[in-house]
């Protein structure tokens, strides 16, 4: 059985609305309070690099969280 973890790498975030991403994102913040090196493993895995760039097209989408960055 995999583990929440390994079910947030895996899931498909073209698929996932902004509270998902936000549930991944937080998970990874968490689980860096029981392995000192797992917010570093997600991010150099491009897993939060993914969830963050979701959630920017969301934000782009929607058109109503301020300006928009490039």
Do not use: P, Y
């Amino acid at each position: 059985m995999l583990s929440n973890i390994e079910k947030g790498k895996k899931a498909d975030v073209t698929a996932l609305d902004g509270r998902a991403i936000m549930t991944l994102l937080v998970g990874a913040v968490r689980a860096a309070r029981f392995c000192e090196c797992a917010l570093l493993d997600f991010c150099d895995s491009g897993h939060v690099e993914r969830w963050l760039l979701r959630l920017r097209s969301i934000n782009q989408a929607d058109g109503k969280f301020g300006r928009q960055h490039t």
